[in-house]
């Protein structure tokens, strides 16, 4: 895990983990998510010593897009492919934390669950409780970190 993505995990204004899963999500005080995915992308770049367009072509995305990306001002990609393209660009195994990290990340940002989750039925199905009991409960920090203590210990 890179530097960025260890200080995004300890200054993270909510934070799910389970089974080696991490997803981000930061709030700014007019309620929007705060590019995360981006700084995540520039940092791995940066220690891999890529330039902005060899990093677009090896992911085969454009590189005015990437920047935007970067830099907050458009959303991450929404499709595996194009996750994993950028994932392969940066040397991550698609399968890795890393790179599951990054399309958790994505999927956050774009305000969707991530497929991991929408593709195991059993959780899908659950979702909607664990979703109004956060939701109608307004858990303090102290009791949402008890709840994610206990989903990682089930």
């Known amino acids: 895990m890179n530097a960025f993505m260890q200080e995004a995990l300890e200054q993270a204004g909510n934070l799910t983990q389970g ?4 997803l981000l999500v930061q ?4 309620g929007g998510a705060v590019d995360i995915f981006g700084g995540m992308l520039r940092e791995r770049r940066k220690e891999l010593r890529l330039g902005l367009r060899e990093f677009a072509l090896r992911a085969d995305v ?3 897009n990437l920047s935007k990306i ?6 991450p990609p929404q499709t595996r492919e194009i996750l994993d393209r950028i994932c392969l660009a940066l040397e991550y195994d698609t399968r890795s934390q890393e790179a599951v990290a990054l399309r958790d990340q994505a999927a956050a940002e774009n305000g969707r669950v991530p497929e991991e989750i929408v593709s195991d039925a059993d959780v899908l199905s659950k979702m ?7 939701h109608n409960k307004q858990l303090s920090p102290d009791q949402l970190d008890k709840l994610i203590e206990m989903i990682r210990d089930a």
């Not at 089974?19 to 991490?22: I, P, T, Y």
């Not at 970067?70 to 959303?75: P, Q, S, Y």
């Not at 909607?128 to 956060?134: E, I, N």
């Open 128 to 134: 909607p409780v664990l979703l109004r009991t956060v």
């Open 70 to 75: 970067e830099r907050g001002k458009l959303n």
């Open 19 to 22: 089974n080696g899963v991490v």
């Open 27 to 30: 709030h700014t005080n007019t």
């Open 62 to 64: 454009d590189a005015g």
